[in-house]
């Protein structure tokens, strides 16, 4: 059973990595066509390589760490703000904010439980 499941997380995780890279291919080729390159297309491309590196991590360790897919939610996040059209409500730039400060504590805060600064026992660390 645990095979079974396995090797349907493996497929998974094939199948997103086939699916970023045809996004990225498919932004670069826009680019080409539009003959230009927008900060939207480079934050995007930045979000891709970003979950390239999660799918790597992932092939490598078999478990997501839990900053990776954090990091790549504070991106488009930001990226939201930096593309927010100025007609749009300024409260939500306020709130997305706020989301992003969120995410930001919350990754400081995981990556600090298993840091020797904390003196946090690796084998307790588990169970935080």
Excluded: C, H
């Excluded at 930045?46 to 092939?59: A, H, N, Q």
């Excluded at 930096?82 to 709130?95: G, R, T």
């Amino acid at each position: 059973m645990n095979t079974t499941i396995r090797n349907i997380q493996l497929t998974a995780v094939i199948f997103v990595l086939i699916a970023t890279v045809i996004g990225f291919l498919l932004e670069i080729r826009q680019m080409y066509l539009n003959k230009t390159i927008e900060l939207a297309d480079l934050l995007l491309m930045f979000i891709y390589i970003e979950v390239i590196g999660l799918v790597r991590s992932y092939w490598e360790t078999r478990s997501v760490r839990i900053s990776y897919p954090m990091v790549i939610a504070i991106t488009a996040l930001a990226r939201y703000i930096i593309l927010q059209d100025k007609n749009d409500d300024p409260s939500n730039l306020v709130y997305i904010s706020s989301a992003i400060l969120i995410v930001a504590i919350a990754t400081v805060i995981i990556r600090l439980r298993n840091s020797k600064f904390l003196k946090i026992d690796e084998k307790k660390s588990g169970d935080i």
